[in-house]
């Protein structure tokens, strides 16, 4: 069996939870609080960052773009990244657009500043920060709206980890209740098909410490 070292709400966890699960491969979570720098986590990743994966033979996975690089060629489960070099490039693309330019100028701004900082500084949010993600999801969420427009799925017509990416990052600020869903018909209807697959049904049902979801976090029609 797989063992997941992760947190609650963190996308990145998220992604390498529902790929795990689309790639029907069993596994067991450890919850890991990463800024406590825990010695025998680092012993596994140096560099404490979640999440990280260990497989069956004992090698260390660590991201979800290396879990599902890692998988798709060992041939485990369906494929996630694409079918050719060409589709390949765009699903990369929007991982690392996910991954690096939507973290930095949201996630850390929303889901850092609100949940994650308290925890390891027991501080209250800046508005300002706060202020400065917010503004930075619009655009964001026009820019994706306006692929969607185009395409079924976020990098054609064929479902894979650029989905499970982009969808484990609007779940963690949908439950924050930070998606205004009335602005981006879209992106809405593209999540709703994403959070119906079954690979989405442990990440609707988890809590988050003392945060209570949105009232609609849990509907697959909302």
């Known amino acids: 069996m797989y063992k997941l070292y992760y947190m609650p709400l963190n996308f990145f966890c998220r992604a390498a939870r529902i790929i795990l699960i689309e790639k029907n491969i069993s596994f067991k979570i450890v919850n890991e609080p990463y800024w406590k720098r825990r010695v025998e986590f680092l012993k596994i990743n140096p560099a404490g960052d979640l999440p990280v994966i260990v497989d069956m033979e004992g090698v260390n996975i660590?991201?979800?773009?290396?879990?599902?690089?890692?998988?798709?060629?060992?041939?485990?489960?369906?494929?996630?990244l694409g079918n050719?070099?060409?589709?390949?490039?765009e699903v990369r693309r929007l991982c690392m657009w996910v991954g690096k330019k939507l973290q930095k100028e949201v996630m850390e701004n929303i889901l850092d500043e609100r949940v994650f900082n308290s925890l390891k500084k027991n501080s209250q949010p800046s508005t300002t920060v706060l202020n400065a993600g917010r503004k930075n999801l619009k655009n964001h969420m026009k820019y994706f709206e306006w692929i969607l427009e185009r395409r079924s799925f976020l990098a054609g017509d064929f479902f894979t980890v650029a989905d499970i990416a982009l969808a484990a990052a609007i779940?963690?600020?949908?439950?924050?209740?930070?998606?205004?869903?009335?602005?981006?018909?879209?992106?809405?209807n593209w999540y709703s098909v994403i959070k119906s697959r079954p690979s989405f049904r442990e990440i609707l049902e988890e809590s988050i410490y003392n945060i209570s979801p949105s009232a609609h976090y849990k509907d697959l029609d909302f």
């Open 62 to 80: 660590i991201g979800y773009e290396c879990l599902v690089e890692y998988l798709d060629e060992k041939k485990l489960g369906k494929t996630l």
């Open 84 to 89: 050719n070099a060409i589709e390949k490039l």
């Open 171 to 188: 779940s963690s600020l949908d439950y924050l209740s930070e998606i205004n869903w009335e602005n981006y018909n879209k992106v809405k």
